[in-house]
């Protein structure tokens, strides 16, 4: 059983920065690959973006790419997202996701997840 801490979200203004991270309960977190999602009202949980297990290669979605960066320090078992240049269409709640083994084609769907963090809010204001 894995557990998944998230934290960081919070309100920030349209240009701002904020830093998600996501603690995990593991001492396999490296074979896990980890990633984001996030759910707005009213919408489908969507993908944000992916660090692969084996040699921390990334995936995002178009509409981070450039602006959100992946990252994950397997010394403290922590997973990050640094969001930079915010819209406040990236209002949403934001979940860390890890799966076993799984490999960067699978990571954008969120059946192929194993554990879930219980999610932090973002809230960018115009």
Not at 57 to 62: I, K, P
Not at 66 to 92: C, H, V, W
Request: proline residues 3%.
């Amino acid at each position: 059983q894995v557990q998944l801490v998230d934290s960081g979200g919070g309100l920030v203004l349209a240009g701002g920065s904020l830093r998600l991270s996501c603690a995990a309960s593991t001492g396999t977190f490296s074979t896990y690959a980890m990633a984001w999602f996030r759910q707005a009202p009213g919408w489908e949980r969507e993908f944000v973006a992916a660090i692969s297990w084996s040699d921390d290669s990334t995936h995002y979605a178009d509409s981070v790419k450039g602006r959100f960066t992946i990252s994950r320090d397997r010394a403290k078992n922590t997973l990050y997202l640094q969001m930079n240049s915010l819209k406040p269409e990236d209002t949403a709640v934001y979940y860390c996701a890890a799966g076993l083994f799984l490999p960067v084609p699978g990571s954008v769907h969120v059946g192929n997840y194993d554990y879930w963090g219980q999610g932090t809010q973002v809230t960018v204001s115009s």
